[in-house]
């Protein structure tokens, strides 16, 4: 899951096991969600988004589900490879109450891919 | 298309010092935004800009200053450099809709590669 701090949490995954990654965020409200893939070096990369008027989105290898219950996202990636390997991270947006655009952004989780 | 283009990829200043990073997205994106990222932290939205001539503080502003003169470009330019601004700054863009859409639809940021800066 994701935490504030100077180390991220690890998950440590062996190459073709499922991976589920985890997201708690706060705010009620938010209707708007999307997991971020960042490798060392690099930018956020888009993987998969999904609307509060859903519960679940598939897209490839990934899976997002969302429980507006308990404020709670998660990501599960299908097959592990050694090219998952890098930081995942959820993004929040409520519109209208935030402006267009403005996401709250999670610290992020380490997956580890092991041969 | 390139996408979201930041420059430099690398910085090193002096405290005191100034400078402007570049970014530029090729995308038409109306919206553009400025966000740092530290160790351990999630990504704080530092400025943000929802098309030419409009730019509006975000969550962490101060000793940052931004423009837009054109859709395309969006620099953020550092004042007087403290050893508080060391750190990863990545610009981000996404399209935006008419108002009537807004509240059915979102689009997710894309983000350049970043550029990491020093203040010693």
């Known amino acids: 899951g994701e935490s504030v701090g100077l180390h991220l949490p690890t998950l440590s995954v062996q190459e073709g096991d499922n991976s589920i990654i985890n997201c708690a965020y706060s705010n009620s409200a938010s209707d708007y969600f999307i997991w971020y893939k960042q490798e060392s070096g690099k930018g956020p990369q888009f993987i998969i988004d999904i609307r509060s008027n859903m519960d679940k989105r598939q897209g490839q290898r990934v899976t997002v589900l969302l429980n507006k219950t308990v404020k709670h996202l998660s990501l599960q990636i299908a097959a592990t490879q050694p090219g998952d390997s890098a930081v995942y991270f959820c993004?929040?947006?409520?519109?209208?109450?935030?402006?267009?655009?403005?996401?709250?952004f999670g610290a992020g989780t380490q997956v580890v891919v092991t041969p | 298309n390139a996408g979201v283009t930041q420059t430099p990829k690398f910085q090193v200043l002096k405290t005191g010092q100034s400078m402007t990073l570049q970014c530029a997205q090729d995308?038409?994106?109306?919206?553009m935004s400025w966000y740092r990222q530290d160790p351990g932290m999630g990504l704080r939205l530092i400025h943000y800009s929802v098309g030419a001539g409009i730019t509006d503080q975000g969550e962490v502003p101060n000793g940052y200053n931004v423009s837009r003169s054109t859709t395309e470009d969006f620099p953020l330019r550092l004042l007087s450099a403290a050893p508080s601004q060391t750190s990863v700054y990545f610009c981000a863009s996404s399209y935006s809709l008419p108002a009537s859409q807004k509240g059915s639809y979102n689009s997710p940021l894309h983000f350049g590669n970043g550029t990491r800066l020093t203040v010693t």
């Open positions: 993004a929040e947006n409520s519109f209208p109450t935030d402006s267009w655009g403005k996401f709250q």
């Open positions: 995308m038409n994106h109306e919206y």
